[in-house]
């Protein structure tokens, strides 16, 4: 099964709510490239169909996450399916049409300079992160407010927003804290250089 059978599977299998059909319509039509596109431009996934792997990698991760005892008893975690589904497939949407295929110059071992291919970031809708991943989505489904709170701060501590707003966020929304658990770890361990 490829990245994107994989991804409708579990798509079609977890998300029913109204519009959902018509946002993997979207995801599935000319007008996006969700299913080649990198999921960055020099780091993790940056090749083509890197950013369907880094979802997939980052529903298994949170799936993962919230199975955990002290998840489930101690914090009292326990989303239901569709709502690990959406937060988890759907958070990197920002992504979306955003990167271009360029090349670089390296300098290699034998100090000779090489021209590589990359991917180059060109964003045509410059509306932040996560707030643009839940611009996108609720323009085709709603979101409960601890579905775009999570995607919104799923980029955690790492993002230029106000450090407050993020601790706020993840204390008000602790599925905002696992979803960035599950997205640094696919980054950073399953899909690091």
């Keep these: ?8 599977e579990i798509f079609k299998a977890n998300i029913h709510r109204e519009g959902a059909d018509k946002l993997l319509d979207y995801l599935l039509s000319s007008a996006s490239d969700f299913f080649t ?29 919230l199975a955990r005892p002290r998840v489930r008893e101690t914090y009292g975690l326990v989303p239901s399916e569709e709502t ?8 990197d949407l920002c992504k979306v ?24 970031y060109d964003d ?5 992160h996560g707030e643009k991943s839940v611009y996108i989505i609720t323009g085709f489904m709603r979101l409960t407010r ?16 106000s450090k407050r707003n993020v601790g706020k966020s993840f204390e008000l929304y602790p599925l905002g804290f696992a979803l960035n658990t ?4 696919a ?5 690091g250089k």
């Design 97 to 120: 049409n955003v990167y271009r295929e360029g090349t670089r110059n390296v300098k290699g071992p034998d100090g000779k300079w090489t021209t590589v291919p990359t991917y180059e």
């Design 187 to 191: 980054t950073y361990f399953l899909e």
């Design 146 to 161: 601890e579905e775009a709170f999570a995607i919104r701060y799923h980029m955690g501590f790492s993002e230029e927003e």
């Design 1 to 8: 099964m490829t990245k994107k059978e994989e991804f409708i």
């Design 124 to 128: 045509d809708l410059p509306y932040g």
């Design 182 to 185: 599950a997205d640094m770890e």
């Design 37 to 65: 596109a990198p999921a960055s431009t020099r780091f993790h996934g940056s090749y083509a169909g890197g950013l369907v792997e880094h979802s997939l990698n980052v529903y298994y991760c949170l799936k993962d996450y």
């Design 84 to 91: 690990v589904a959406i937060v988890s497939l759907l958070h």
